[in-house]
């Protein structure tokens, strides 16, 4: 039985930890042993199989105390010593911070680790500590995963070569949900309320369009991050009298049915990986319009005008253009919303979880 230790700051709910959740439970019901090392619980977390076993590997309570270069040792100091104890066949690690621990913290132990880079590597990885990071750590991986090419060309050639490219597993409730056949008068998106995602952009190009098509409105379905963004929103709602017609909904464990109810899904983000939301609504088979962000992630996956529309980042006045035009080209709506369906056949679970097997046995034999 191939022992599988995942590596990220917690399951709160967000795309990389959603993305681990999933694979962990797979696996899990895929005869793997599969342990989920964590920093910190979130308030609210994705649910993992009874079989996936959490271990704590973040400071403790008589460590609150200690200076912060303590801290940081002791973050490297617990996981290492979690790897060394359970010797897994494989340690695979996801976003900035704990690529950077599991990198650190498996140097000598001889177990291979694949770090999963979801972000903008521009956007996230630009910091003066990280130009001198990557070229040190990043050699030491087995591999990573990449959601992109663009994402992937960021990192050094050598690595890229023994690296894959896998995009993120979508649910099986969206993968399943029934077709809607009466839409009402909705245009909406799901996602944390968090600044990169930039919802106040597309609350302003919202306000245009209502202008000009006053019986649609506007939802958001998501949890506060609490960097100030709802608040944002919640200023422009209020400042233009918009309560009636523009909502933030917090988050919903129903968005498989609660998104297909409107017309159109929204994306705004400035830039993001490979954004589940976004893939989310496609296979609900809805008609989207997506800024064209970085690193690549919904030029992936959209093919302009087939089955979805693009546009440049930022762009208020394009996000209404594209808004309107879904509003008032109906064919134009439906047919996009038929081609997006079709991406189902490369986000399913089954699919997905093949890839991965796949490039963790080829990892694992690799190291032998």
């Given at each position: 039985?191939?022992?599988?230790?995942?590596?990220?700051?917690?399951?709160?709910?967000?795309?990389?930890?959603?993305?681990?959740?999933?694979?962990?439970?797979?696996?899990?019901?895929?005869?793997?042993?599969?342990i989920?090392?964590?920093?910190?619980?979130?308030?609210?977390?994705?649910?993992?199989?009874?079989r996936?076993?959490?271990?704590?590997?973040?400071?403790?309570?008589?460590?609150?105390d200690?200076?912060?270069?303590?801290?940081?040792?002791?973050?490297?100091?617990y996981?290492?010593?979690?790897?060394?104890?359970?010797?897994?066949?494989?340690?695979?690690?996801?976003?900035?911070?704990?690529?950077?621990r599991?990198?650190?913290?498996?140097v000598?132990?001889?177990?291979?680790?694949?770090a999963?880079?979801?972000?903008?590597?521009?956007?996230?990885?630009?910091?003066?500590?990280?130009?001198?990071?990557?070229?040190?750590?990043?050699?030491?991986?087995?591999?990573?995963?990449?959601?992109?090419?663009?994402?992937?060309?960021?990192?050094?050639?050598?690595?890229?070569?023994?690296?894959?490219?896998?995009?993120?597993?979508?649910?099986?409730?969206?993968l399943?949900?029934?077709?809607?056949k009466?839409?009402?008068?909705?245009?909406?998106?799901?996602?944390?309320?968090?600044?990169?995602?930039?919802?106040?952009?597309?609350?302003r190009?919202?306000?245009?369009?209502?202008?000009?098509?006053?019986?649609?409105?506007?939802?958001?379905?998501?949890?506060?991050?609490?960097?100030?963004?709802?608040?944002?929103?919640?200023?422009?709602?209020?400042?233009?009298?918009?309560?009636?017609?523009?909502?933030?909904?917090?988050?919903?464990?129903?968005?498989?049915?609660?998104?297909?109810?409107?017309?159109?899904?929204?994306?705004?983000?400035?830039?993001?990986?490979?954004?589940?939301?976004?893939?989310?609504?496609?296979?609900?088979?809805?008609?989207?319009?997506?800024?064209?962000?970085?690193?690549?992630?919904?030029?992936?996956?959209?093919?302009?005008?087939?089955?979805?529309?693009?546009i440049?980042?930022?762009?208020?006045?394009?996000?209404?253009?594209?808004?309107n035009?879904?509003?008032?080209?109906?064919?134009?709506?439906?047919?996009?919303?038929?081609?997006?369906?079709?991406i189902?056949?490369?986000i399913?679970?089954?699919?997905?979880?093949a890839?991965?097997?796949?490039?963790?046995?080829e990892?694992?034999?690799?190291?032998?």
């Amino acid at each position: 039985m191939r022992k599988i230790l995942f590596h990220l700051n917690c399951f709160e709910q967000g795309g990389a930890e959603r993305v681990v959740s999933n694979l962990a439970n797979w696996l899990a019901r895929e005869d793997y042993e599969v342990i989920a090392a964590t920093q910190w619980q979130g308030e609210e977390e994705f649910e993992l199989d009874s079989r996936v076993r959490r271990i704590h590997v973040g400071l403790r309570p008589e460590d609150e105390d200690r200076g912060r270069i303590a801290k940081i040792f002791l973050r490297f100091a617990y996981l290492r010593r979690l790897i060394r104890s359970e010797r897994p066949d494989v340690v695979i690690s996801f976003t900035r911070r704990p690529n950077y621990r599991a990198l650190i913290s498996a140097v000598g132990t001889r177990v291979p680790v694949i770090a999963a880079v979801r972000q903008d590597p521009k956007s996230y990885y630009n910091s003066l500590a990280d130009k001198l990071l990557i070229p040190l750590l990043y050699p030491r991986a087995a591999g990573c995963v990449f959601q992109t090419g663009e994402q992937m060309g960021y990192f050094p050639r050598g690595l890229q070569k023994r690296s894959r490219i896998i995009l993120n597993p979508v649910n099986d409730k969206y993968l399943n949900a029934p077709e809607v056949k009466e839409r009402e008068k909705l245009v909406v998106q799901s996602g944390r309320l968090v600044d990169f995602k930039n919802q106040a952009m597309l609350l302003r190009a919202f306000l245009k369009v209502r202008k000009k098509h006053p019986d649609y409105s506007l939802r958001i379905y998501g949890p506060d991050s609490r960097d100030g963004t709802k608040q944002v929103l919640e200023a422009i709602i209020r400042d233009n009298c918009a309560q009636d017609f523009i909502t933030l909904m917090g988050g919903s464990d129903e968005l498989e049915r609660e998104l297909p109810r409107a017309e159109i899904y929204a994306f705004s983000s400035d830039y993001e990986g490979m954004p589940n939301a976004l893939l989310e609504a496609m296979t609900l088979g809805m008609a989207v319009v997506a800024t064209d962000c970085p690193c690549g992630g919904p030029r992936t996956v959209i093919d302009h005008g087939v089955n979805g529309l693009l546009i440049p980042v930022g762009d208020e006045k394009a996000m209404e253009a594209g808004i309107n035009r879904l509003i008032e080209d109906k064919q134009l709506a439906q047919a996009l919303r038929e081609q997006a369906r079709r991406i189902s056949g490369r986000i399913n679970g089954q699919a997905v979880l093949a890839q991965w097997k796949s490039y963790i046995e080829e990892v694992i034999q690799g190291q032998r």
